[in-house]
């Protein structure tokens, strides 16, 4: 049973940059792919970024240019890299890691986009 664990999260103004960080209690590398969701208040669940174990990424629209997935096996951690950030970016954000058999969700951490 692997339990991810977001941190990072938090208020900031428009403009400003934050760090989320999954760690994971078991080893990451034999995930097929790792990835971030968020959910805002009222709204569905929507993807946000995913990286695969041979490092290719995927970024949804709305973020393409402005956050960066990334990987670090040898610490069982991916990090969500965010930057310019806009208030419609006020979510709940939650990684996920997917198996061959299954697929593990963290608890999620805030984040509050101030205008």
């Known amino acids: 049973q692997v339990q991810l664990v977001e941190s990072g999260g938090g208020l900031v103004q428009a403009g400003g940059s934050l760090r989320l960080s999954c760690a994971a209690s078991g080893s990451i590398s034999s995930f097929r792919s790792m990835g971030w969701y968020r959910q805002a208040p009222g709204k569905q669940r929507d993807l946000v970024a995913t990286?695969?174990?041979?490092?290719?990424?995927y970024y949804t629209d709305s973020v393409k240019g402005r956050f960066t997935i990334s990987r670090d096996n040898a610490k069982n951690t991916v990090y969500l890299e965010m930057s310019s950030l806009k208030p419609e970016d006020t979510a709940v954000y939650s990684c996920t890691a997917i198996s061959l058999l299954r697929t593990y969700w963290g608890q999620g951490t805030q984040v509050t986009v101030s205008s």
């Open positions: 990286i695969d174990s041979g490092g290719s990424t």
